[in-house]
T-cell receptor, first 110, second 119 residues
């Protein structure tokens, strides 16, 4: 079945550091890929998405490129802020709905 | 964006009692709602899909008699954990799909989640 593997956390960075959160997947067919973010005390919010190979999703300075050859969808940001502290979930969207990774807790220190 | 409200955000209950969790779509009518469960350090797992006015569709391995789902209106779905036990302690989160096109089965709007602790 479908599965998503993302790097374990917590990930602790200083403000303005470069961020990469790795995400790889296994799936049948051609799924859509998503990154969701959960800020403290809030529900999940869609951060960005890509629906086909080589698509790049971007939002709020975050980017991720759908790499079919490496079955990856790594999340990157060039300069993180304290307000980016949250839990980030990589997800795969197939015919039966969403399959999530375990989530990565990101902590940004001033 | 669309708002989905989930209540309560946390609950502690005694073993053997039942707990009801509500999921409401505040600015749209949700014909389909989803219930997920997350164990510590694990992925969010889809438990069931509820469609307004019909029985919920449960994922394999989810006990339908233990996790009762009711989607009686277009804005409300409830999950009742019956005769709760400590192993039911978990984080439960709902999501809803806006049939007007904002969100699809793979891009739904999420509630805040409910932390259930059974003692």
């Amino acid at each position: 079945g479908d599965s998503v593997t993302q790097m374990e956390g917590p990930v602790t960075l200083s403000e303005e550091a470069f961020l990469t959160i790795n995400c790889t997947y296994t799936a049948t067919g051609y799924p859509s890929l998503f990154w969701y973010v959960q800020y403290p005390g809030e529900g999940l919010q869609l951060l960005l998405k890509a629906t086909k190979a080589d698509d790049k999703g971007s939002n709020k300075g975050f980017e991720a490129t759908y790499r079919k050859e490496t079955t990856s969808f790594h999340l990157e940001k060039g300069s993180v802020q304290v307000s980016d502290s949250a839990v980030y979930f990589c997800a795969l969207g197939g015919a039966d709905g969403l399959t999530f990774g375990k989530g990565t807790h990101l902590i940004i220190q001033p | 964006g669309a708002v989905v409200s989930q209540h309560p955000s946390w609950v502690i209950c005694k073993s053997g009692t039942s707990v009801k969790i509500e999921c409401r779509s505040l600015d749209f009518q949700a014909t389909t709602m989803f219930w997920y469960r997350q164990f510590p350090k694990q992925s969010l797992m889809l438990m069931a899909t509820s469609n307004e006015g019909s029985k919920a569709t449960y994922e394999q391995g989810v006990e339908k008699d233990k996790f009762l789902i009711n989607h009686a209106s277009l804005t409300l779905s409830t999950l009742t954990v019956t005769s709760a036990h400590p192993e039911d302690s978990s984080f439960y989160i709902c999501s809803a799909r806006d049939p007007r096109g904002r969100g699809t089965i793979t891009e739904a709007f999420f509630g805040q989640g409910t932390r259930l602790t059974v003692v």
